[in-house]
Structure formats: C-alpha cells, structure tokens
C-alpha cells in the first residue's frame, strides 16, 4: 500500500505547488527557463517543416500500396509519390517483377533509419524509478534533430481534462498553457480515439492513431516517454513547440500524433501540435 502510495505520489508532485515551491531552488538544473515562445527555437521551424515532410514522405512511399483511396483523390500528387518510389526502388536495388513493378516494404523504424540515419525506440530507463525511456538503437543523431514528438489529445486552457488527469503523468504543458494528453491508456486512449474518428474525411486520417499500440506507424511519435533529467545525468535533448502550418500535406496527415479535443475547423490547422524533441 506505502509502495503504491509513493508511486502515485512520484507521477503526481510535480502538480502539486506547495510542493513545487519548496523545491524549487533544488530543481533549478532540471528547468530550462523560456520567457515566451518566440525564443523557444533550437532550430528553425522551417527545418522541423522540412524534417517532418522527408520523413513522412518516406513513410507514404514505403507504404505506397495502402493509399490507393488517397491517390485515387488526388491525382495531381500521385505522379510525384510513384516518382519518389522509383527512385527508393533504384537506390535499394530493387527489381521490378512486373509494369508496375513489386515494392520492398521496410519497416517504419528501417525507414527512420534510411531517412534520417537513426531509429529511436522505448525501453526500460536507465534512470532509476523512471519507467520506460527512449534511446537511440540505431545509428548516429547530429546535434540540432528532430527525434522524437510529443503525441496525444491537444486542449486548450478552457477545456475540460480534469478526469483524463488523474493518476495520469503524461500531462504536457505547453508555454501559452495548452495542454497535451500523451497518456496512451484509459480514459485518455478513448478520448484520443474519439476526436480523430470524428476528424477523418472520407480516406483521410486527420491524425495518427496507432502510437496508442506497441507498433506506431510513425517511430517519432515516442516523446512522451523521454524521462527529464536527473541530478546525475544531464539532458541530452531539448524540447521545443512547432505548430503545424496549414499547407501540410493532407495525405500526410495521418502520420501526425496530435487531434484538437473541440473541433474548430477555422483553428484547426493552429493548434495542431507537433511537439519533438531536437
């Protein structure tokens, strides 16, 4: 009973602002101050933009055969997609068997890798207490890249979450006091489930909803498993906001880990969250 009570308690003081008073001065190394959210840029937003699109791309090309229904929508775009299969099929040595040719489909984590030359993956933390992290099991990440972002339900400061909170540590607060929901169980689960069925169009997902399973189509949507740093081992990455421009690519769409609780088509595209940390 102590045990369980000491747990809970872990995952939910830092809610707690008695607590958070009383500890601050100790926490001070594990707070990285923002003043507002024009100076939270570690990297450009237009290189997150580019980031996402190569890898999302990557993605749609590797998984050419699903998006018949897509394409058939948009035939304008479907020339460039079986261009950009062409040429992975000409750069992984693949022949063709047929006209149309047969595609060698990678996993989502060989097509990180292939695309941004690293994979990231959950695991138990090295830290002790702290669950399940995330780390690098591939390859060599450069200082300065997108490698993870943060999934989950987006709701802005008047909505209600007082339920989805509870026991629930994967509340993510952002600096204009959005909050994100990256709890993949429960109640949370539901919610998040609920909003993004309600948002597909037709073939159209608006959002991506298998980072709520063990094998999430985008490998990046893992940020809310990235443990803070302790007072023995500093961060090794940084988290900062991008808010998805309305000229995203719709058939790519569906690889973004985030769904606004409200619908609000005149705000959508603006408070889709692409949270990452770089």
């Known amino acids: 009973m102590l045990r369980e009570l000491r747990r809970r308690w872990r995952s939910y003081k830092y809610r707690f602002v008695p607590w958070l008073a009383l500890n601050l001065r100790r926490q001070r190394r594990t707070l990285r101050y923002v003043p507002e959210s024009s100076q939270d840029k570690i990297i450009a937003d237009e290189d997150v933009f580019e980031t996402l699109l190569k890898t999302f791309k ?50 989502p984590e060989e097509v990180l890798f292939n695309t941004l030359g690293f994979t990231v993956s959950r ?75 309600r948002d597909q169009l037709g073939p159209f997902q608006m959002s991506d909803e298998s980072w709520l399973t063990a094998t999430p189509q985008n490998p ?6 990235v443990n803070n740093c302790s007072h023995e081992k500093a961060a090794n990455v940084c988290y900062q906001e991008f808010d998805v421009p309305g000229r995203f690519p719709v058939e790519l769409k569906q690889y973004l880990p985030n ?14 969250r692409a949270h990452r940390f770089v």
């Open 220 to 225: 990046l949507a893992v940020g809310q498993y």
């Open 123 to 197: 695991d138990q933390s090295s830290l002790v207490s702290a669950g399940t992290g995330v780390f690098v099991t591939k390859g060599f990440v450069p200082k300065g890249t997108v490698v993870s972002m943060y999934p989950g339900t987006v709701y802005r400061k008047h909505e209600p979450i007082f339920f989805q909170s509870l026991g629930n540590p994967f509340i993510f607060r952002c600096i204009d006091g959005v909050l994100i929901d990256g709890n993949d169980k429960g109640l949370s689960r539901s919610v998040y489930r609920s909003c993004s069925r």
């Open 259 to 272: 769904i606004v609780y409200s619908h609000d088509t005149e705000r959508l595209a603006a408070n889709e």
């Open 58 to 107: 990557a993605l749609f090309v590797n998984d050419l055969s699903r998006q018949a229904d897509i394409l058939a929508l948009l035939p304008e775009v479907k020339c460039q997609y079986l261009e950009l299969l062409t040429v992975e099929q000409k750069q992984s040595k693949v022949n063709s068997c047929n006209h149309q040719g047969q595609q060698h489909v990678f996993t």
